[in-house]
């Protein structure tokens, strides 16, 4: 019988199984094509499962752009980089306080990206959104989706989240943190765009709020663009909490990929929340394109090109794992026997959760440092192991290692543990980082 009241609707359907996977990846973002790419090189026998109805993620969909981040030399960071040359090879190479910027143009992303798949014989559901986790005496052991044709659940010896919001391990009833141990406060949500009629002749990049780059011509000349743009935030020119409006090279002359629309105080989690994000933000881009054609040169005449077609988020669920990468790990740069994932680096990179510019001031200075394999297993739950920034780690420590080339990386050490655990028989939390050690090093990582 069901029982439904006025805050619950108790739902019992049969649900048809689809098929039996050693390894089961949920988000096909940079995290969960790297994992399920290499648990599929290492002999498994994968299923990759995203919501959207195409691949990449927030590389793609979410319009970020350049790629950021570093680890080092070996990991499938550098082979997606590779591919991503050959195919505009005569890309830009800018190196910035950011480190090493990859420009991407995202109907490239998605040629390689999905030849990528292809080649490994990892089986892709597009259209597929998590609903549940089938789960058996503390074990993960599938996972429910919806789909065009209704509900499908799979089997999986091991299970990787890879939805960068932590969703399955939140299912699963895993230990979660959320935003800064202080309040639970989130960095904002922005929505990325491309501008294109951009004068190189004159037009400027900016990287970010500490960048010194200056006007060079026009009513401003001389002034530093970072305060051209508190100016005009204060001013009301710009929106709220709009203090940079940041300008990066793309693989083509003539464009800039614009970072600089945010919202705080909506929630990732919460899809009217969502919904309040995307219809704000999309305001905010006309405003940043008002700002730009009013006073900066070069950029007199830009046009919107495209923007992101999801929200990008920065920050949502954590796990707990059996390690975690803390402040003092990124700030000191520690290294680690267990690491698999080694000399990641960015920037200590904490957009305000409650204003414009960065939570700290500024962003600040971090040493690479490793990543344990315990930072990819969660506490309690078996058959079950997380990829991307949803692993375990402080507020201001995921504010490093939630970039792109740094999720890769962890995405290749989740597939190979998720390959090992299901050849084996073993959970994930029995598994040795030595023997995920082994097999990225057989690779060419350097560990």
């Given at each position: 019988m069901r029982v439904c009241t006025d805050e619950f609707y108790d739902y019992v359907k049969t649900v048809p199984y689809c098929g039996k996977y050693?390894?089961?990846?949920?988000?096909?973002?940079?995290?969960?094509?790297?994992?399920?790419?290499?648990?599929?090189?290492?002999?498994?026998?994968?299923?990759?499962?995203?919501?959207?109805?195409?691949?990449?993620?927030?590389?793609?969909?979410?319009?970020?752009?350049?790629?950021l981040g570093a680890v080092s030399r070996g990991?499938?960071?550098?082979?997606?980089?590779?591919?991503?040359?050959?195919?505009?090879?005569?890309?830009?190479?800018?190196?910035?306080?950011?480190?090493?910027?990859?420009?991407v143009d995202k109907e490239t992303a998605k040629s390689v990206l999905d030849r990528m798949i292809e080649e490994s014989g990892v089986i892709l559901w597009l259209g597929s959104a998590f609903v549940d986790v089938i789960k058996e005496n503390g074990k993960v052991t599938g996972a429910v989706f919806a789909t065009q044709s209704g509900l499908k659940a799979v089997r999986s010896s091991v299970t990787v989240d890879a939805t960068g919001d932590g969703c399955i391990c939140a299912a699963a009833g895993c230990e979660i943190d959320i935003g800064r141990e202080s309040d639970g406060a989130l960095q904002p949500l922005t929505l990325e765009f491309t501008v294109s009629n951009v004068d190189e002749s004159c037009a400027i990049t900016a990287w970010g709020g500490t960048d010194p780059v200056k006007i060079p011509s026009g009513e401003y000349a001389g002034m530093e663009y970072r305060e051209l743009c508190r100016l005009k935030n204060s001013e009301g020119e710009l929106p709220k909490n709009v203090s940079i409006v940041r300008l990066h090279r793309t693989v083509r002359a003539g464009e800039r990929s614009v970072n600089a629309t945010q919202i705080n105080?909506?929630?990732?989690?919460?899809?009217?929340?969502?919904?309040?994000?995307?219809?704000?933000?999309?305001?905010?881009?006309?405003?940043?394109?008002?700002?730009?054609?009013?006073?900066?040169?070069?950029y007199e005449?830009?046009?919107?090109?495209?923007?992101?077609?999801?929200?990008?988020?920065?920050?949502?669920?954590?796990?707990?794992g059996l390690e975690s990468v803390d402040d003092n790990a990124v700030e000191q740069g520690i290294k680690r026997e267990d690491a698999v994932v080694h000399n990641a680096w960015f920037l200590i990179d904490i957009h305000n959760p409650t204003g414009g510019?960065?939570?700290?001031?500024?962003?600040?200075?971090?040493?690479?440092?490793?990543?344990?394999?315990?930072?990819?297993?969660?506490?309690?739950?078996?058959?079950?192991?997380?990829?991307?920034?949803?692993?375990?780690?402080?507020?201001?420590?995921?504010?490093?290692?939630?970039?792109?080339?740094?999720?890769?990386?962890?995405?290749?050490?989740?597939?190979?543990?998720?390959?090992?655990?299901?050849?084996?028989?073993?959970?994930?939390?029995?598994?040795?980082?030595?023997?995920?050690?082994?097999?990225?090093?057989?690779?060419?990582?350097?560990?």
């Open positions: 050693d390894v089961l990846v949920v988000g096909a973002g940079p995290a969960g094509i790297c994992a399920a790419i290499s648990a599929a090189r290492h002999g498994s026998k994968v299923l990759l499962a995203e919501r959207y109805g195409t691949v990449g993620g927030m590389l793609t969909s979410g319009h970020v752009d350049p790629i990991t499938m960071y550098d082979e997606i980089v590779s591919r991503l040359r050959e195919k505009d090879p005569d890309a830009p190479q800018v190196t910035s306080r950011n480190g090493r910027e990859i420009p105080g909506c929630s990732p989690l919460d899809p009217q929340s969502v919904a309040k994000a995307e219809i704000e933000l999309r305001r905010q881009i006309d405003k940043c394109l008002e700002f730009l054609r009013r006073y900066v040169p070069g005449n830009c046009l919107l090109k495209c923007s992101a077609d999801t929200v990008g988020v920065r920050e949502s669920r954590r796990i707990r510019g960065q939570a700290e001031g500024h962003s600040h200075h971090a040493e690479p440092y490793d990543i344990p394999y315990g930072a990819l297993v969660p506490r309690g739950v078996g058959g079950l192991l997380a990829a991307g920034r949803c692993i375990s780690g402080t507020h201001r420590a995921h504010a490093s290692y939630r970039v792109m080339a740094i999720c890769m990386a962890v995405g290749e050490a989740s597939g190979v543990a998720a390959s090992l655990c299901a050849a084996e028989g073993i959970e994930p939390s029995d598994l040795t980082a030595a023997a995920v050690r082994c097999v990225l090093k057989a690779r060419g990582a350097e560990l």
